[in-house]
């Protein structure tokens, strides 16, 4: 629906200052030019060509307040030397007192301050001290006061203006900052993403690839190991699939709702006998009692784990051997997984040491407040340690 008149007026009129106190100017011009004869028609003409000189520079009142102050200023100097009567357009002074309180350095509203009450005193001895001192110090007080009260209300009109610009760059500080934290969140989802795309698909895939080594050769010689290996593979893949398909759910959902239970600490045992079934050697020890940890916490252990199966499993060799080991200390979860598989450790640090795969554990350790290192064993083989706290750090 249009707006009303008179706020698309008032709206105009705030986005146009300077159009408004041209208007002012001219109008004030206008009157000079339409004023009764003899107004000021005094000394030749002069009085107009003065008036005209006093109103012009309110046109720049709020843009160059400082210069049309000194124009303003030098033209009343002017008519005090001169001695012209009093000018219905001397009103332009408390007007330029106004707009230097309002719109000028705080030097200049000083300034000009002081210049308008001295400016009072001299007007007053100017234009009435012909009758008595009474009348005089009448006049100067008088206008002392609307300079005063004109400087008042430019100063009050100055912490407005103040006060609007505050709350203008808070606002804009605020929006920058919002928009930097939906770049970080952005980021900080991007990179989670990739982590949990990295972890479903390499550890399915490696699993794929164990088993389907495995049946091309079981193929040859045990029909019945090569169809556990097919069917190995086909529920692996189909984990695979149902793992993407719910990542992929929540990211079109976007409203952050789990479609399914995280995997937890718990869960690494069935991660262990997975992995087991695809012909990897691996054991499984638990030292201590679990503890209560945060449900993120014990997803970045279940990932670690998995991430470092995947790389056994890729790199170890298929006469690999592998322990995984969880300690529930007092501190935190200490977590292990080492392999002795002949030439993994160069293989992994060679492959995946800029990689995606170290490179996530890392994070999903640090994310934690953890700390997680991957090196070579002696003797052959590769060891990655993590410790996880049972909660945030103080």
Known sequence: MDQPLLERAATWLRQHPFGVDVSAAALAALVLVIAPAGSYSANGGLDFVLGMA????????????????????????????????????????????????????????????????????????????????????????????????????????????????SLQERARLLELEREQEMQLAASTERARIARELHDVVAHSLSVVIAQADGGRYAGQHDPAAATGALEAISATGRQALTDMRKLLGVLREGDGQEFAPQPDVAAIDQLVADVRASGLDVDLIVEGSQRPMPAGAQLAAYRIVQESLTNVLKHAGPAGRAWVRLHWRADGLELAVLDDGRGASAAIAESDGQGQGLLGMRERAALHGGRLTAAPREGGGFGVQAHLPYGPQR
Do not use: H
């Open 54 to 165: 006093l109103v012009v520079p309110l046109a720049w009142r709020r843009r160059r307040p400082v210069r049309a102050a000194a124009v303003v200023v030098g033209v009343s100097l002017f008519e005090l030397v001169v001695g012209t009567e009093f000018l219905p357009a001397n009103v332009s002074a408390p007007v330029m007192v106004y707009a230097l309180a309002a719109y000028a350095p705080r030097w200049a509203s000083r300034a000009g301050l002081g210049v308008g009450l001295l400016g009072a005193v001299l007007a007053s001895g100017a234009y009435f001290s012909s009758s008595d001192g009474i009348t005089f110090v009448t006049s100067a007080v008088a206008i002392g006061v609307l300079v005063i009260a004109s400087w008042a209300l430019g100063d009050l009109r100055r912490a407005r203006l103040q006060q609007v610009a």
